[in-house]
């Protein structure tokens, strides 16, 4: 008695074989068929397999154009009916097929089943050779088609699959290359779905790390140093780009462990990211031995360009050595953060805390899954009982030389020693970390303090320091300094782009320029598009009497405005103007004129029309005046031959103005736009 022939079922009907909706008429049937016949896949399949292939697609459209059959068959569909049954010999066939019917994930699944014992073919038989490659086809399809639903993770483990199956067959070379380049591609968006994971799937988050850990390294650290990364692979504009999307998605110790890890291996810009990593763990889990450890890790980092000392000082600060940290940012190469420093309208600790906030909520704590990045309350950090203790402690022993700690963060980094300033003593890194910002200097009297009453001393700084935190919050001039810092603090980081462009990038530190440097491509008064308005040059500058009075009105403070307007369009017009010192302070004259020292060098000049169109006080104090007013604007920038370079026409234009009080005298000390 004969064996019946075996018979397999494939999921998919007799429509999607031949490519056509269930409505199809027979001509529609038809013709699909003929091209699908005419279409025959030339990857290389066996003029055997093809043929079956013809053989089925006719099967399917003898029924679906044989009316009483097709009613039959719809029916059996409705019934509940799927897939088709073939006998095993055309098993190939239809696998085909199915991959052509975009089937992709089953015809490779059942052809990696095909090719595993008991019923893979023969070696080297005609049927292994097409159940391979239609493994292979399918394999790349699938993880395409998982790629376009975003899961990546799926795509990479079928290639994975398809590539071990390529190997264990030993064919398609080929094939299996393009398998490998397709997994090395996709490895990006692997590490970005593993890591965006729930907090729960942390079996697949922590494989996102590990394949993070091992790209960067296979890249030659975050700069990208690897010499295969100039053709092949993720390119460096690239990765800033994928690294920004992925850290929100990690933890700040997650960050921070990666970051020191890849310095270890040597890519110096991680040491960097490592001490904002350190910093953001430190000030948001209340742990001021973190700052300790950014702050000496900063110092011993060797980054050339990058100008430290504004860095520091915030941590000095931080850690309550409020001299120190003003003696750091006197230190900066920075002319205009110093310059911004000296013009702040309050004392000195308000600016080093108004800056310091800034520091931490735009370039220090954004960008971490468990950081939140406002509000950042310095007045709840140096109220912390654990900050307290923490600074109180190494402020007893800075007073008796240096600070004893069982630190031992930076010699897990390096065996080398920490590079620190000329004027402290060189430390051994496996012992001893000097108190905050270096040791200060004591007088006799206060050396001969008792360590009790020094610590009533020190507490009592402190209070006082919460207390200046607590006026600093309700002044308004906070809220006007806090952007103006932030040209200031853009301009100390801009130095660093040289030696750490790639670290400013991927924690999206911002490079304004500064607004008080002479090497400024553009100055603020053109970065923040504030107008002037224009007064013929020929006609005589009318005289101004300074403005003194205690409480000035709305349209005192507008007359002012509008001198300043009128004046400054005056000076890049090519005339001068003896009011602009009257009512600007000296470094906005300075800005003016610097601008029209550049327009000279290139024989042009400005010709400015800026209306005052509406006029709101908005705050007012004894020593600050905020307004905001809108402007209507025109210019044209011409050259001495009379050529017209340029015209800009902005109908409206909101400016927001700060007046200062000093010595009685009211003065224009800074202005944002779009506000």
């Known amino acids: 008695m004969p064996i019946a022939a075996q018979r397999v079922e494939l ?17 529609a049937v038809l013709r699909s068929f003929q091209l699908r016949l005419d279409r025959s896949p030339d990857q290389g399949f066996t003029h055997e397999v093809l043929l079956q292939r013809a053989e089925l697609l006719r099967l399917s459209a003898d029924l679906l154009t044989d009316g009483s059959l097709r009613e039959g068959y719809e ?37 990696r089943k095909a ?42 483990e079928i290639l994975q699959e398809g590539i071990q199956l390529l190997q264990r067959m030993g064919k398609l070379p080929e094939h299996r290359k393009t398998l490998e380049k397709d997994l090395e591609a996709l490895l990006p968006y692997r590490i970005l779905d593993l890591v965006s994971r729930d907090l729960g799937d942390q079996e697949f988050h922590q494989e996102g790390l590990q394949l993070l850990d091992g790209f960067v390294r296979q890249r030659g650290g975050i700069e990208g140093s690897s010499s295969s990364i100039a053709s092949e692979g993720l390119q ?101 953060l110093k310059s911004w420093l000296e013009s702040y309208p309050g004392e000195t600790l308000a600016a080093l805390c108004d800056y310091c906030r800034d520091w931490l909520r735009s370039d220090v704590l954004p960008g971490y899954r468990d950081v939140e990045a406002e509000p950042v309350d310095l007045e709840a950090w140096f109220a912390d009982r654990d900050v307290q203790a923490y600074v109180e402690s190494i402020e007893r022993k800075g007073a008796l030389g240096l ?38 200097d ?17 507490k009592s ?48 530190l911002r490079t304004i320029p500064s607004t008080e440097t002479s090497e400024n491509k553009q100055l603020l008064l053109k970065d923040s598009n504030e107008l002037t308005s224009n007064l013929n040059s020929s006609l005589k500058e009318p005289e101004i009497e300074p403005l003194t009075i205690k409480e000035p009105s709305s349209k005192e403070v507008q007359a002012l405005i509008e001198v300043w307007l009128s004046g400054k369009a005056r000076v890049l017009s090519g005339s001068s103007s003896k009011s602009l010192p009257i009512v600007a302070r000296k470094s906005l004259v300075e800005r003016v004129q610097l601008e029209r020292d550049k327009d000279e060098a290139k024989e042009e000049s400005q010709i400015i029309n800026a209306t005052i169109t509406s006029f709101k006080l908005v705050s007012q104090t004894p020593k600050r005046i905020e307004a905001k007013v809108n402007l209507s604007y025109t210019d044209q920038r011409i050259k001495s031959s009379g050529e017209i370079v340029s015209e800009t026409t902005i109908p409206s234009l909101n400016v927001t103005y700060i007046l200062g009080r000093e010595k009685e005298l009211w003065q224009l000390v800074a202005y944002l736009s779009g506000n």
């Open 461 to 508: 700084q402190l209070k006082n320091l919460s207390a200046s935190l607590k006026l600093l919050e309700k002044n308004p001039i906070r809220a006007f300094f806090s952007n103006s810092r932030s040209a200031c603090i853009g301009a100390s980081l801009a130095v660093a782009l040289i030696a750490i462009g790639t670290s400013l990038k991927l924690f999206n």
């Open 11 to 27: 999921p998919i009907d007799h429509f999607r074989l031949l490519g056509v909706s269930p409505s199809a008429q027979a001509e």
């Open 442 to 458: 004591y007088d006799e009297e206060s050396a001969k303090l008792s360590g009790t009453k020094r610590r009533r001393l020190f």
């Open 403 to 440: 600070a004893k700690s069982s630190f031992s963060f930076l010699s897990s980094l390096s065996g080398e020693k920490v590079q620190t300033d000329p004027t402290e003593k060189e430390i051994d890194v496996n012992t001893d970390l000097p108190m905050p910002g270096g040791l200060p």
């Open 236 to 336: 460096q504009s690239d990765f800033v780009l994928f690294f920004q999307q992925i850290r929100k998605f990690l933890t700040a110790q997650e960050q921070l462990d990666l970051f020191i890890r890849w310095q270890k291996r040597g890519s110096a810009e991680a040491g960097f990211l490592g001490v904002m990593a350190l910093v953001a763990v430190g000030f948001s889990q209340r742990k001021p031995e973190r700052l300790q450890q950014a702050r000496k890790y900063l110092k011993s980092l060797d980054l050339p360009g990058l100008d430290k000392f504004p860095l520091i000082g915030c941590m000095d600060l931080l850690l309550a050595d409020v001299s120190e940290a003003e003696e750091r940012f006197r230190n900066s190469s920075d002319e205009g």
């Open 75 to 111: 029916a059996a569909l409705l019934g509940g009916a799927s897939g088709l049954e073939f006998s095993s010999n055309r098993e190939v066939a239809g696998l085909i097929l199915l991959w052509e019917a975009g089937s992709s994930v089953e015809a490779f699944n059942l052809a």
């Open 115 to 156: 090719l595993q014992p008991p019923q893979a073919p023969a070696l080297g038989s005609g049927r292994e050779a097409d159940l391979t490659l239609v493994a292979a086809l399918s394999c790349q399809a699938a993880a395409l088609q998982e790629q376009e639903q975003r899961h990546y993770q799926s795509s990479a």
